[in-house]
């Protein structure tokens, strides 16, 4: 079945930098193109990024344009997140999702917290 496991969060300080780690399983990675998002408490989820099935296309957040960079590689089944100069308002629990499979579940997601 589909599982999306999501890795890499943690602690940092403001201007910290993390990598997250997504890696898929139970469908053929390749051909789907990808997205992360991330829930802040008490709101909704919210887009940060999406790469589009070769890596050759991306979108961006504005909030997050300039410091986020979403890579993929297609061997390893695996979305990364590269997260650097972060700030407090990056705060939240991230998820890794496939776009348009609203019946596909998600990951458990992994927490970032920025903070001094």
């Known amino acids: 079945q589909v599982q999306l496991v999501e890795s890499g969060g943690g602690s940092v300080q403001p201007g910290g930098s993390l990598r997250l780690s997504c890696v898929a399983s139970g469908f053929t990675f390749s051909s789907e193109a990808m997205t992360w998002y991330r829930k802040a408490p008490g709101k909704e989820p919210n887009l940060v990024a999406r790469?589009?099935?070769?890596?050759?296309?991306?979108y961006y957040t504005e909030s997050v344009k300039g410091r986020f960079t979403v890579s993929r590689d297609n061997s390893k089944n695996t979305l990364y997140l590269q997260m650097n100069n972060l700030k407090p308002e990056d705060t939240a629990v991230y998820y890794c999702s496939v776009p348009g499979r609203s019946d596909w579940p998600w990951g458990q997601g992994t927490r970032v917290t920025v903070s001094s």
């Open positions: 790469i589009s099935l070769l890596g050759d296309s991306t």
